[in-house]
């Protein structure tokens, strides 16, 4: 079992920036690849970004490449989402989540230990 903790979330303006942590506890941090997932009202969870559990490889959503960057420190049992040039479409609350196998994957359902989610809104 792995416990997750989001939080960095807030209210932004429309080319901000925020960086959400994700801290985790339980097992071995490393064992596990972990994702950012995110759900806006009306719509469904969507895929948002993953890293392989030594941080050697990542995905990205279309919608974020080259705006947002995941990362972890495995020391700090913690990984990171930095959201740069902010849009009011990133408006949404942001899960992370975490898998027993090494590969960053893209499909929610892979994933089997979810955080609570943190609020983020960015104003136009």
């Known amino acids: 079992q792995v416990q997750l903790v989001e939080s960095g979330g807030g209210l932004v303006q429309a080319g901000g920036s925020l960086r959400l942590s994700c801290a985790a506890s339980?097992?071995?941090?490393?064992?596990?690849?972990m994702g950012w997932f995110r759900q806006a009202p009306g719509k469904e969870r969507e895929f948002v970004a993953a890293?392989?559990?030594?941080?050697?490889?990542?995905r990205y959503a279309d919608s974020v490449k080259g705006r947002f960057t995941i990362s972890r420190d495995n020391a700090k049992n913690t990984v990171y989402l930095q959201m740069n040039s902010l849009k009011p479409e990133d408006t949404a609350v942001y899960y992370c989540a975490a898998k027993t196998n090494w590969r960053a994957s893209v499909v929610g359902n892979e994933y089997a230990y979810w955080g609570q989610g943190t609020q983020v809104t960015v104003s136009s």
């Open positions: 339980g097992r071995t941090f490393s064992d596990y690849a």
């Open positions: 890293i392989s559990w030594t941080g050697g490889s990542t």
